[in-house]
C-alpha cells in the first residue's frame, strides 16, 4: 500500500513539472519582460494544466474510493472473523456438554459415539443397525447432531476465505474443538452426522479422514 502510494505520488509530480520543463526546454528558462510572451505563456500552461488538474482530480477521487472499499472489506472480515470465533466458542461449549448426557443405558454420548462412529472405511456408516442407532441418538439427544451441523457453514466460510486472516482463524477454530472435545471425538461427529445425512449433505467434512477422502 506504501509503495504503490509513494508510486502514485512521483507520477503526479512528474506529470505537473512535465510541461514547465518541457516549455523551459523549448523556449529557454530566461523571464521576458514583454507582456504578450507573459500572455502566452499563461494561455499555454492553461491549456495544458487544465485537463491534467481533472485527470489527477478523478485519480485522487478514485484512489480514497479504491482505500475505501479496501477499508470496509477489512472492516467486514474483522467483524466477520470475530462472530465466527464467538460462535465456535459457545458451539464447542454446547456440544461438549451434550457429550457427557447419557445415550444408551450406562453410557454417555461420548463413550457411544467412540464405540460405534470411528470405522475405518467409509462403507461401516451405511450399515443399516448404525444408521438406526444415529437415528435414536437424534430423537433423544437432537443437540448432539444440530449443534455439530451449526459449525460447519463456520468452518467452511472461514475456509473459502483467500487471506491469511482467514486462514489462521480457521486453524484455531479447528484446534478450539479439538481442544475441547477431543480430536476423537471430533471424528465421530463427523462419521455420526454422515450417518445421519447419509450422502445428501454439501457439508465439507473436517476431522474425518474417510470422509475427507470420499
Given at each position: 500500500?506504501?509503495r504503490r502510494?509513494c508510486?502514485?505520488a512521483f507520477?503526479?509530480?512528474a506529470?505537473?513539472a512535465?510541461?514547465?520543463g518541457?516549455?523551459i526546454?523549448?523556449?529557454?528558462?530566461?523571464?521576458?519582460s514583454n507582456?504578450?510572451?507573459?500572455?502566452?505563456f499563461?494561455?499555454a500552461?492553461g491549456?495544458?494544466?487544465?485537463?491534467i488538474v481533472a485527470?489527477l482530480t478523478?485519480?485522487v477521487?478514485?484512489?480514497?474510493l479504491?482505500?475505501?472499499?479496501?477499508?470496509n472489506?477489512?472492516e467486514?472480515?474483522?467483524?466477520?472473523?470475530?462472530?465466527?470465533?464467538?460462535?465456535i466458542?459457545?458451539?464447542?461449549?454446547?456440544?461438549?456438554e451434550?457429550?457427557?448426557?447419557?445415550?444408551?443405558p450406562g453410557k454417555t454420548?461420548?463413550?457411544?459415539?467412540?464405540?460405534n462412529?470411528?470405522?475405518?472405511?467409509i462403507?461401516?456408516l451405511?450399515?443399516?443397525?448404525?444408521?438406526q442407532?444415529?437415528?435414536?441418538i437424534?430423537?433423544?439427544?437432537?443437540?448432539s447432531?444440530?449443534?455439530?451441523s451449526?459449525?460447519?457453514?463456520i468452518?467452511?466460510?472461514?475456509d473459502?476465505g483467500?487471506?491469511?486472516?482467514?486462514e489462521?482463524?480457521y486453524?484455531s477454530?479447528?484446534?478450539?474443538?479439538?481442544?475441547?472435545l477431543s480430536?476423537r471425538?471430533?471424528?465421530?461427529?463427523d462419521?455420526?452426522h454422515?450417518t445421519?445425512v447419509e450422502d445428501?449433505?454439501?457439508?465439507?467434512?473436517?476431522?474425518?479422514?474417510?470422509?475427507?477422502?470420499?
Open positions: 500500500m506504501i502510494t508510486i502514485l507520477f503526479a509530480i506529470t505537473i512535465a510541461p514547465v518541457t516549455y526546454l523549448i523556449f529557454g528558462w530566461k523571464l521576458s507582456h504578450a510572451r507573459w500572455a502566452e499563461g494561455s500552461i491549456g495544458i494544466y487544465s485537463p485527470l478523478l485519480s477521487l478514485f484512489w480514497q479504491v482505500l475505501q472499499q479496501s477499508l472489506t477489512h467486514f472480515d474483522q467483524a466477520y472473523l470475530q462472530q465466527a470465533r464467538t460462535d466458542e459457545f458451539y464447542s461449549k454446547q456440544v461438549a451434550a457429550m457427557n448426557a447419557m445415550a444408551l454420548l461420548r463413550e457411544v459415539l467412540h464405540e462412529f470411528l470405522p475405518d472405511h462403507s461401516a451405511d450399515n443399516e443397525n448404525l444408521r442407532l444415529a437415528a435414536n437424534h430423537e433423544l439427544l437432537p443437540p447432531f444440530d449443534i455439530w451449526a459449525v460447519y457453514p468452518l467452511m466460510g472461514l473459502a483467500k487471506t491469511s486472516m482467514y489462521m482463524t486453524g477454530s479447528s484446534q478450539k474443538l479439538i481442544a475441547v480430536f471425538t471430533c471424528v465421530a461427529l462419521n455420526f454422515r445421519i445428501h449433505s454439501q457439508v465439507s467434512y473436517v476431522f474425518s479422514s474417510i470422509l475427507k477422502s470420499k
